[in-house]
Nanobody, 121 residues
Framework: QVQLVESGGGLVQAGGSLRLSCAAS????????MGWFRQAPGKEREFVAA????????TYADFVKGRFTISRDNAKNTMLLQMHSLKPEDTAVYYC??????????????WGQGTQVTVSS
């Protein structure tokens, strides 16, 4: 079992930046691939970014490429999502997730409770 807690969300103006954190506890963090997802009001949850066990491989949704950066610190059991050039359409609840298998955009086993990101125009 892995417990995940997100933080760092908030209200920011368009063009601004935020950094989301995901703190993990429970089973060995470094054995899990990790990802960020988001869900906007009235929309389905969508994949944002993922990172491999070691942090050496990352994957991004097209709509965040060049603006968001995913990273992890296995020594601190923490994953980050640095977000720049935020747009109003980035407004959503952001979730961190962990997966035991090799999936990248689907099949995640554990989820956090989410943190709200609101980007004003």
């Amino acid at each position: 079992q892995v417990q995940l807690v997100e933080s760092g969300g908030g209200l920011v103006q368009a063009g601004g930046s935020l950094r989301l954190s995901c703190a993990a506890s429970g089973r060995i963090f470094s054995r899990y691939r990790m990802g960020w997802f988001r869900q906007a009001p009235g929309k389905e949850r969508e994949f944002v970014a993922a990172i491999s066990w070691s942090g050496g491989s990352t994957t991004y949704a097209d709509f965040v490429k060049g603006r968001f950066t995913i990273s992890r610190d296995n020594a601190k059991n923490t994953m980050l999502l640095q977000m720049h050039s935020l747009k109003p359409e980035d407004t959503a609840v952001y979730y961190c997730a962990a997966i035991k298998g090799a999936g990248v955009t689907t099949g995640y086993d554990y989820w956090g409770q989410g943190t709200q990101v609101t980007v004003s125009s």
